[in-house]
């Protein structure tokens, strides 16, 4: 298994443009998560998804968009990319074993606009 | 709004030392876990607990939920150069019906050869 895998690994983005960042898992999970991350602030959840066709919003959603057709992909979407998106944005799957929904993380995308 | 706070935010230390960090919350959470991050990498799992009282051992490192189901600590045993990184806590929700987990801000460890 490949596990969760995502790209591209780095990108950079100048203001107002847009792109889709991927994200894949060969483990059959039906939980999906995107996060990013900035120096000290730990992980930020920006939207997830309980199984295709279902997605929600997390802490913060804003500027970022995301879809959910099938079990094995999530992209999450930035349209009209601003400085503030710049960010390390990891993208989890989770198996939800007993409710605790455990995190298997991809590599991360590094994004930097400007 | 479920909040963890973890500490130290920093820890340098040398090979060999014991050391101790903390993950608490004025929250109950169903279940808390430890993750390990290496630079440029993602978090990866190191353990879960869900019982109160609850202690987990992985080789040299010691993780304790809380009785009260609140906070968590992680002992480290004779630390390694191989045990740097940035450890993240995580808790889902009182019921754990939620689907999702909150982290903490994470502990930067660096333990100097």
């Known amino acids: 298994n490949a596990g969760v895998t995502q790209t591209p690994k780095f990108r950079i983005l100048k203001i107002g443009q847009s792109m889709t960042l991927q994200c894949a898992q060969d483990?059959?999970?039906?939980?999906m998560y995107w996060y990013r991350q900035d120096p000290g602030m730990g992980l930020k959840l920006i939207y997830y998804s309980v199984g295709a066709g279902i997605t929600d919003k997390g802490e913060v959603p804003n500027g970022y968009n995301v879809s959910r057709s099938t079990t094995e992909d999530f992209p999450l979407r930035l349209e009209l990319a601003a400085p503030s998106q710049t960010s390390v944005y990891f993208c989890a799957s989770s198996p939800d074993r007993a409710l605790t929904y455990e995190q298997y993380f991809g590599p991360g995308t590094r994004l930097t606009v400007t | 709004t479920q909040l963890l706070e973890q500490s130290p935010q920093f820890l340098s230390i040398q090979e060999g030392e014991n050391l101790t960090v903390y993950c608490n919350s004025s929250s109950v959470f169903s279940s808390l876990q430890w993750y390990r991050q290496e630079p440029g990498e993602g978090p990866v799992l190191l353990v879960t607990?869900?019982?109160?009282?609850e202690v987990k051992k992985l080789k040299r490192l010691t993780f304790q939920f809380g009785d009260a189901r609140k906070d968590s600590s992680l002992h480290i045993t004779a630390a390694q150069p191989g045990d740097t990184g940035l450890y993240l806590c995580a808790g889902a929700g009182e019921t754990g019906a939620n689907s999702k987990l909150t982290f903490g801000k994470g502990i930067t460890l660096s333990v100097r050869p």
């Open positions: 607990v869900v019982t109160g009282g």
């Open positions: 483990m059959n999970h039906n939980y």
